[in-house]
């Protein structure tokens, strides 16, 4: 099948996101790494995306894509890459072709030169007529994602659509279904899939005569863009994880004063390559719930390496060449030793931190107390009276923890180490020193 790589929309829709179109046409194809011809092109790509999803938009709000984002922004509950998981992904002859195939396996089981018979006859005469291997090939794809399923029996084998579980529940349990997978696909991680299949179940309930008001139960206002548009690398990297097998990809670092690169396949607009070339060896994939970001721990020549995963384009797995997989436990097991104390992914030296937490006053339990104990990963609560407790926890270095604790505000007073506590007493001061009086 024919695969597109999204990564030019995904950092566009990523600085639209955080941006809330800010930028002029210049300034957003500077930060981009792009031509001004180009993002007007990938503006109109993903208008064309956004239209074929919500036909109901009047016209005048098709005129900005972050005006026809905004417009339904508190009435749906998609996240933004929503938008290129359901653009063509695949080539029109293709995706006219498996529309075939699904209609025909739809009506009746069907073997691969019945399927083959009804494609001939019913594709358009400007697109290219398949052969029996092309049938095949798009079949075993088919399987492969679960889609359709063949039958038992003699040959030929005959392939039918995999809808079982659809066809036996009855609308009620449809409904319960919906509402299940609608919560989990909006609170749980990865989410993608779960979308897609809240869509297809939508689309089944609708042609069952569901009223669409009963399917909008639930409506959730979106926060971290970034965590779902990262997930369009999340498993080709859990594949090459099981696989034990090298990934390449160009890094942006969240320092960089670019987030993509356009690739030169025009000689007379050649410019400067952004990012920097990396192969490596992915261990682990870490996502950090505070600021909704995917975190890829992979193994290179300098040992241990940490990146972003909103920073990587152009990622492909190497093929060629698969690693031995005694030696890959090796690596995890040093990478388990080496992030044993880390609170998110920081390999730095541990340090022991102690922090003073302080009640609330009132007759409720103390829910800073409910907090830090759910939060607070493997601390422990290590002396406690009826005006505060002590926690206290061993952390790879104190940058990663430093937000969580900041977060607590004047519930929470750091002890240790000494380093720590003066770096807080600086920054309230600094936080005072705004709010003097004028």
């Known amino acids: 099948m024919a695969k597109e790589s999204f990564d030019k929309e995904i950092?566009?829709?990523?600085?639209?996101?955080?941006?809330?179109?800010?930028?002029?046409?210049?300034?957003?194809?500077?930060?981009l790494g792009i031509s001004v011809h180009t993002f007007d092109k990938t503006i109109r790509r993903l208008k064309d995306i956004v239209s074929s999803i919500h036909q109901q938009l009047p016209e005048e709000r098709s005129k900005e894509l972050s005006e026809t984002i905004r417009y339904r922004y508190y009435d749906s509950t998609d996240p933004l890459l929503l938008f290129l998981y359901r653009a063509k992904s695949v080539k029109e002859s293709e995706s006219q072709r498996i529309s075939l195939l699904l209609a025909a396996?739809?009506?009746?089981?069907?073997?691969?030169?019945?399927?083959?018979?009804?494609?001939?006859?019913?594709?358009?005469?400007?697109?290219?007529?398949?052969?029996?291997?092309?049938?095949?090939?798009?079949?075993?794809?088919?399987?492969?994602?679960?889609?359709?399923?063949?039958?038992a029996g003699p040959r030929p084998y005959r392939y039918r659509i995999q809808d079982d579980l659809v066809r036996d529940l009855s609308q009620e349990e449809l409904l319960d279904l919906y509402d299940y997978v609608d919560v989990m696909a909006n609170t749980q991680v990865p989410s993608v899939q779960g979308y897609l299949l809240r869509d297809g179940l939508k689309k089944l309930l609708l042609r069952k005569g569901v009223e669409p008001q009963s399917l909008e139960a639930m409506l959730y206002k979106y926060h971290y863009h970034s965590r779902i548009l990262d997930e369009a690398h999340l498993f080709t990297l859990l594949h090459a994880i099981r696989c034990g097998r090298k990934v390449r990809f160009l890094y942006f670092s969240p320092k960089s004063d670019r987030s993509y690169s356009s690739q030169n396949t025009n000689p007379l607009f050649e410019r400067e390559p952004g990012g920097k070339a990396h192969t490596t060896l992915p261990l682990q994939i870490v996502y950090d719930h505070q600021y909704g970001r995917w975190y890829l721990l992979s193994h290179g020549r300098?040992?241990?390496?940490?990146?972003?995963?909103?920073?990587?384009?152009?990622?492909?797995i190497d093929e060629d060449e698969a690693v031995d997989m005694a030696w890959l436990e090796q690596k995890r097991s040093k990478l388990a030793d080496h992030i044993r104390f880390s609170w998110l992914v920081d390999t730095g030296r541990s340090v022991t931190v102690r922090a003073r937490f302080y009640h609330p006053?009132?007759?409720?339990?103390?829910?800073?107390?409910?907090?830090?104990?759910?939060?607070?990963?493997?601390?422990?609560?290590?002396?406690?009276?009826?005006?505060?407790?002590?926690?206290?926890?061993?952390?790879?270095?104190?940058?990663?923890?430093?937000?969580?604790?900041?977060?607590?505000?004047?519930?929470?007073?750091?002890?240790?180490?000494?380093?720590?506590?003066?770096?807080?007493?600086?920054e309230w001061k600094e936080l005072q020193s705004y709010y003097e009086f004028i």
């Open 105 to 151: 396996m739809h009506e009746q089981p069907s073997t691969v030169m019945e399927l083959l018979d009804r494609c001939c006859g019913s594709l358009p005469p400007e697109l290219p007529l398949p052969d029996e291997k092309t049938i095949r090939s798009d079949l075993k794809y088919l399987e492969q994602v679960g889609v359709i399923q063949r039958e």
């Open 361 to 426: 006053e009132g007759p409720e339990p103390s829910f800073i107390r409910e907090r830090v104990l759910q939060q607070g990963q493997w601390g422990n609560i290590v002396q406690e009276d009826e005006v505060s407790f002590v926690f206290e926890i061993t952390v790879n270095g104190t940058t990663e923890i430093k937000p969580w604790l900041r977060s607590f505000g004047s519930s929470c007073e750091v002890l240790e180490p000494v380093q720590l506590r003066d770096e807080f007493i600086a």
């Open 302 to 316: 300098e040992g241990i390496r940490k990146y972003r995963m909103e920073g990587m384009t152009q990622l492909e």
């Open 11 to 31: 950092q566009f829709l990523r600085m639209l996101a955080l941006t809330s179109g800010a930028f002029n046409r210049q300034q957003f194809a500077e930060r």
